[in-house]
């Protein structure tokens, strides 16, 4: 049989994803390398017939396991192994779906995909799987995504949440916010078209706006869920900064649970950024170690100093580490060296103060000093944690107070969810807030109603109602290619 035409210059794009519905995909659904089972799969309407040519069987009943072998063209075996039969629409894809399960080989799986495209499949996109379960109604957009999320998941919550918004437990949530627009939506318009009927003005006696607060209630009910949802998935960037020799590769070190970064005593050891993922009481911290920010004429430190500069503006949350018994100045303050620092004080949001060396507090002048340090930080909105890198002392309560500042928190029954779910969210609650100054302000029923619609549509986006084609390409094409 010949050989289909391969994909465009794009393979991800929602155009090709689209247009490859009709034909018969098939990828290495398992990790390349050495392993007891490597799988491939196959989806469309030749998968069926591939697989009875592929093995010599002329019939497979469908979600049984048939042992087989696969064979070339010259009637050569490749490997043998099970064949598992899925007939659509009861699959994954709701197309005929196949899944060859051999010997988890590099060689192997090559051979045996080659004699896959020779019967007439052709190689699947990233997440053209996915996108097929997606476009013939077996799953919605959310759902699609929390399969990358299960996997990509770097902590048990996290996984744990992605299972449940694959479930369809944020759809849900997303749906009955849908069916309260388009019930409040129905009432505006009736208000509309009816403006006389029984002599009720339907805009002015409290049974819209009534229902307009209560979705926007639950909108914001569900921005806040969202929110968790998102600092599982993604974590937050977290910048160590500070003087040389402050602590910062030591703390690095300690939040880590390894050595990770080099310590010495000789100041400007740490000369670039060093990164580290770590997952702490549920929230995953992308972590970033610095150059001690000074002043040098040293070149390969300069360059390492301009790097930390980069890594601090870009950071969600950045702790400044400083020695308790040397990096004070009698005239200075830890929130005067943040500013010399970093050229201006960060916001309080993001900025969280850390006093190392806090085991050394045994000098009552130091002590002293530390204390009207906390005063004068508590009383303009900042945090500092007194730690020890040498003994741990303070780490706990470093990783609590992280946690309450960016807010983490997340309930048992969290739901993973991604920026892009937050923007339609946020400016779904934008457009109710719109509608309500027009009703209750202005008493404009068209105006209530195009904010309404509005506000629908973006809720829409989520599950994937109305998202625009590239939105759909970008999203599975940033799948596995099995998937």
Do not use: W
Not at 220 to 229: D, E, F, N, P, S
Not at 250 to 255: A, E, K
Not at 328 to 357: D, H, M, V, Y
Request: glycine letters at 8%; charged letters at 25%.
């Amino acid at each position: 049989m010949a050989l289909t035409t391969p994909h465009s210059s794009d393979p991800n794009s929602s155009e090709n994803l689209g247009a490859s519905v009709s034909t018969t995909i098939a990828a290495i659904a398992t990790p390349i390398g050495r392993g007891g089972v490597g799988v491939i799969r196959l989806s469309g309407a030749q998968a069926y017939a591939i697989a009875c040519t592929l093995t010599g069987k002329s019939d497979f009943t469908p979600r049984m396991a048939s042992f087989c072998r696969f064979y070339q063209a010259d009637g050569t075996v490749i490997d043998e192994g099970l064949v598992l039969y899925f007939k659509g629409p009861h699959s994954f894809t709701g197309e005929d779906v196949v899944e060859l399960q051999g010997h988890g080989g590099l060689i192997l799986q090559n051979q045996l995909l080659a004699r896959v495209f020779e019967l007439g499949a052709k190689q699947a996109s990233a997440g053209e799987f996915s996108y097929r379960a997606f476009d013939n109604d077996k799953l919605d957009l959310v759902q699609a995504e929390a399969i990358a999320d299960a996997i990509d998941a770097t902590s048990a919550a996290a996984a744990s949440s992605a299972i449940r918004s694959l479930s369809g437990e944020f759809s849900k949530e997303i749906n009955q916010l849908l069916e309260q627009l388009i019930h409040l939506r129905l009432h505006v318009e009736a208000a509309i078209d009816f403006p006389d009927e029984e002599d009720v003005d339907f805009l002015s006696d409290g049974v819209i706006q009534n229902k307009l607060e209560q979705t926007q209630t639950k909108i914001q009910q569900v921005l806040a869920t969202a929110k968790q949802g998102q600092l599982l998935r993604d974590g937050i960037h977290v910048v160590l900064a500070g003087r040389p020799n402050a602590g910062k590769s030591s703390l690095l070190n300690r939040l880590a649970g390894q050595e990770r970064a080099i310590v010495t005593d000789v100041a400007g050891t740490t000369r670039d950024t060093l990164q580290e993922t770590v997952v702490l009481n549920g929230l995953t911290l992308h972590l970033t170690d610095t150059a001690g920010l000074r002043e040098t004429e040293d070149t390969v430190e300069r360059i390492g100093i301009e790097r930390a500069r980069t890594a601090i503006t870009q950071a969600d949350m950045l702790l400044m580490v400083y020695d308790v018994t040397r990096d004070l100045e009698e005239s200075s303050t830890p929130l005067q060296l943040a500013e010399q620092l970093f050229g201006e004080l960060p916001e309080a949001k993001r900025l969280l103060i850390i006093a190392n060396k806090s085991d050394l507090l045994n000098d009552n002048k130091i002590e002293k000093a530390a204390s009207a340090s906390q005063a004068e930080i508590k009383n303009r909105g900042y945090e500092q944690v007194n730690v020890s890198c040498e003994t741990g002392a303070g780490i706990d309560t470093l990783v609590e107070t992280l946690c309450h500042k960016v807010g983490f928190h997340p309930p048992e029954n969290s739901l993973i969810a991604r920026t892009r779910h937050l923007d339609a969210l946020r400016r779904t609650a934008e457009y109710l807030v719109e509608a309500h100054e027009q009703l209750t302000v202005f008493q404009a029923g068209e105006l209530v109603a195009e904010s309404l619609r509005q506000a629908q549509q973006s809720l829409g986006e989520i599950t994937g109602e109305f998202s625009a084609d590239d939105l759909l390409g970008k999203i599975f094409g940033s799948f596995c290619i099995g998937k």
